[in-house]
């Protein structure tokens, strides 16, 4: 039975096709009886077979709205997949909470030389090594064109065929559950890209005249779409063995229907997860500072696991760089990096400059701290600097390592970006590769003129569309085989190390988080802080010269990035390095 929802259309054909997108046959669909957009016809199709529809008599072949796969791009037929014709090796997969997690943040595209699922396997036990529990992908659904971030899908169903397709994709996940790694996804579901979307062919999929900052809005006042989405996300977590799903930029999901989707969608995959016997996990990208995603709903919340946290990625950035322009101005209170760490938001309430007005309300204490998720880097952070520029470019060695350690050692789940553990000199730009004249040209000229404004050369700005850009994105494995990088490595494994051994550096409970800067009237960028995490205390110079911090005769070193000097109830920290402690009485 082949089946599609398309209430936009007055007649809809199959047409069947070979590999070479020869014509085969055509079939006509039946409208379903009880008028609700849905048509069908029954007919037997073979694995990997090409199909596509025809829409009110039109010759224009367009790709099924839940395709699986797309052998030939967004723009031609679809092909059948069976995913439950794979032979999965993971049967004795449990899973993995989120709960004592340190996710990893990788693009398939620019990870490996050769940009794929298969080669993205042969480094997952780079991934074991350094210790990391769980392997974020950013999107994988189809896009128009070779290389893109991923954030321009359109559609949502299939495997970018340049990475391996869904097949590559099954592989990769059972590859990663074999070695222990939890897989996370990172879907779209707030807009759809604007080369391929034939969506609003076949209904109502987006809703006239609103948009967002990155296209028209998906609709979500109409039941089939917002079953598309939850169709979706669960597909990636029941065919997919996936184990948690990242949901980007859920502030632009307009939907003023009750249950709000994203309760609807965490109900639906609890009780996914408890039909699959293991855990599921959704993360949130939210710009909100609103405890409501993932306060439980039995508190009047959404229910979700957890939601990225900017607030402290924007205090450490202001901490390490010294760096105030934009929305970085209100993180250069000397107190930011402080209440962060306390209390997960900055902005609980407090008036934005940024956005010119109160933003945010306050997390309840009761809300675990690895519910936020926390980070230096992340492929926004980086990718939308207009150079593309890593920490690495600007940062000295210490500043790097105190990164290391306040990213490590935070109250929240912690997150790395590909690359990150060995400080990687490579930038991570933003690239594309629109197939059409007039839209490459366009989105070149509008991050040109985006940064223009800021007052950057042109000639300085990447351009997305050239095909340069995308090459200089890819990491250089060469690099952590060297002494400079092999260093920095060997921290970073050290202290997810360190992290999993210490009940302290796991510890939910944000009350028994206490922070104090040491040099409140010092620039930022040029300060000192005290982080005691229980009896563990991350003490942090980032000043010109030496710094005293008072300590008790039982603490006893655990880590140091450079030499400490210890006195008489105290301990001496050099410029641009950090150490931790342990009380032991």
Same mark, same amino acid.
């Given at each position: *039975?082949?089946?599609?929802?398309?209430?936009?259309?007055?007649?809809?054909?199959?047409?069947?096709?070979t590999?070479?997108c020869?014509?085969?046959?055509e079939h006509? &669909?039946a409208?379903?009886?009880?008028?609700?957009?849905?048509?069908?016809?029954?007919?037997? *199709?073979a694995e990997?077979?090409?199909?596509?529809?025809?829409?009110?008599?039109?010759?224009?072949?367009?790709?099924?709205?839940r395709?699986r796969r797309?052998?030939?791009g967004?723009?031609?037929?679809s092909?059948?997949?069976?995913?439950?014709?794979?032979?999965?090796?993971?049967?004795?997969?449990?899973?993995?909470?989120?709960?004592?997690?340190?996710?990893?943040?990788?693009?398939?595209?620019?990870?490996?030389?050769?940009?794929?699922l298969?080669?993205?396997i042969?480094r #997952?036990?780079?991934?074991v090594?350094?210790?990391?529990?769980?392997?974020e992908l950013?999107?994988?659904?189809a !896009? +128009?064109g070779t290389?893109?971030w991923?954030y321009?899908?359109?559609l949502?169903?299939?495997?970018?065929?340049?990475?391996?397709?869904?097949?590559?994709?099954q592989?990769?996940?059972?590859a990663?559950h074999?070695?222990?790694?939890a897989?996370?996804?990172?879907?779209?579901?707030?807009?759809?890209?604007?080369?391929?979307?034939?969506?609003?062919?076949?209904?109502?999929y987006?809703?006239d005249?609103?948009h967002?900052?990155?296209?028209?809005s998906?609709?979500l006042?109409?039941?089939?779409?917002?079953e598309?989405?939850?169709?979706?996300?669960?597909?990636?977590? =029941?065919?997919?063995?996936?184990?948690?799903l990242?949901l980007?930029?859920?502030?632009a #999901?307009?939907d003023?229907q009750?249950?709000?989707i994203?309760?609807?969608l965490?109900e639906?995959?609890?009780?996914l997860?408890?039909?699959?016997?293991?855990?599921?996990?959704l993360?949130?990208? +939210?710009?909100l500072?609103?405890?409501?995603?993932?306060?439980?709903?039995?508190?009047?919340?959404y229910?979700?696991?957890?939601?990225?946290s900017?607030?402290?990625?924007?205090?450490?950035?202001?901490a390490l760089?010294?760096e105030?322009?934009?929305?970085?101005?209100?993180f250069?209170a000397?107190?930011?990096?402080v209440k962060?760490?306390?209390?997960?938001? !900055?902005?609980?309430g407090?008036?934005?400059s940024?956005?010119?007005?109160?933003h945010?309300s306050?997390?309840?204490?009761?809300?675990?701290a690895w519910r936020?998720?926390?980070?230096?880097?992340d492929?926004?952070?980086?990718?939308?600097?207009a150079?593309?520029d890593? #920490?690495? /470019?600007?940062? +000295?060695r210490?500043?790097?390592e105190?990164?290391?350690? &306040?990213?490590?050692?935070?109250?929240?789940?912690p997150?790395? !970006?590909?690359?990150?553990?060995?400080?990687?000199?490579?930038p991570w730009?933003?690239?594309?590769?629109?197939?059409e004249?007039e839209?490459?040209?366009?989105?070149?000229?509008?991050?040109?003129g985006?940064?223009?404004?800021?007052g950057?050369d042109p000639?300085?700005?990447?351009?997305?569309?050239?095909?340069?850009? !995308?090459?200089?994105?890819?990491?250089?494995?060469?690099?952590?085989?060297?002494?400079?990088?092999?260093g #920095?490595?060997?921290?970073?494994?050290?202290l997810?190390?360190?992290r999993?051994r210490?009940?302290?550096?796991t510890?939910p409970?944000?009350t =028994?988080?206490?922070?104090?800067?040491?040099t409140p009237?010092?620039?930022?960028?040029a300060r000192?802080f005290r982080?005691?995490?229980?009896?563990?205390?991350?003490?942090?110079?980032?000043?010109?010269?030496?710094v005293?911090?008072?300590?008790?005769?039982?603490? /006893?070193?655990?880590?140091e990035?450079?030499?400490?000097?210890?006195?008489?109830?105290?301990?001496v920290?050099?410029?641009? /390095? /950090?150490?931790?402690?342990?009380?032991?009485?």
């Open positions: *039975m082949i089946s599609v929802w398309a209430p936009h259309a007055n007649s809809v054909r199959l047409r069947r096709l590999p070479a020869v014509p085969i046959s006509d &669909l409208p379903a009886p009880h008028d609700d957009g849905w048509w069908s016809v029954d007919v037997a *199709m990997g077979e090409r199909y596509g529809f025809l829409l009110d008599g039109g010759d224009d072949l367009r790709p099924d709205p395709s797309q052998p030939r967004v723009h031609g037929p092909a059948l997949f069976d995913a439950s014709r794979f032979e999965w090796a993971d049967e004795g997969w449990t899973g993995r909470r989120l709960a004592g997690a340190v996710i990893y943040e990788l693009h398939v595209g620019t990870f490996t030389p050769e940009g794929t298969d080669a993205l042969g #997952l036990d780079h991934l090594r350094l210790g990391v529990t769980h392997v950013l999107p994988v659904n !896009f +128009s290389w893109n991923g321009d899908g359109v949502w169903y299939a495997v970018h065929e340049a990475y391996g397709g869904p097949a590559g994709y592989r990769f996940v059972d990663a074999q070695r222990g790694l897989v996370i996804q990172d879907v779209v579901y707030n807009h759809l890209g604007p080369s391929g979307n034939y969506l609003p062919e076949f209904g109502p987006l809703r005249g609103e967002t900052s990155w296209g028209q998906v609709n006042d109409e039941p089939a779409v917002r598309y989405i939850i169709e979706n996300a669960l597909m990636w977590l =029941r065919d997919f063995h996936v184990d948690g990242r980007d930029a859920v502030h #999901l307009h003023e009750t249950p709000h994203l309760r609807q965490s639906r995959v609890d009780a997860s408890a039909q699959l016997d293991r855990p599921l996990s993360i949130a990208e +939210s710009d500072n609103d405890p409501t995603l993932i306060l439980p709903r039995d508190a009047g919340g229910g979700l696991t957890a939601q990225w900017d607030d402290w990625h924007h205090a450490a950035h202001v760089t010294g105030t322009a934009g929305y970085y101005a209100d250069a000397s107190d930011a990096l962060v760490s306390e209390h997960g938001f !900055f902005h609980d407090t008036f934005s940024f956005r010119g007005r109160p945010g306050p997390l309840p204490t009761d809300v675990p936020l998720v926390t980070f230096a880097q492929h926004d952070q980086i990718g939308n600097r150079a593309g890593r #920490l690495t /470019a600007s940062l +000295s210490g500043r790097l105190v990164a290391a350690v &306040l990213t490590l050692t935070a109250p929240g789940t997150m790395l !970006f590909m690359g990150e553990e060995w400080g990687a000199t490579t730009q933003f690239f594309t590769s629109h197939l004249p839209l490459a040209r366009a989105t070149a000229e509008g991050r040109i985006e940064f223009a404004q800021m950057w000639a300085q700005v990447p351009d997305p569309q050239d095909p340069e850009t !995308f090459d200089r994105s890819h990491l250089d494995w060469r690099e952590p085989e060297t002494p400079e990088h092999a #920095l490595l060997d921290l970073y494994r050290r997810i190390a360190l999993r210490s009940p302290d550096l510890d409970d944000q =028994r988080t206490h922070a104090a800067v040491l009237d010092a620039a930022p960028g000192a982080i005691d995490r229980g009896q563990t205390s991350v003490l942090v110079n980032l000043t010109a010269g030496d005293e911090f008072d300590v008790d005769e039982s603490d /006893a070193v655990l880590l990035t450079s030499s400490s000097r210890a006195g008489e109830g105290t301990i920290v050099a410029p641009e /390095a /950090a150490v931790i402690l342990e009380r032991r009485r």
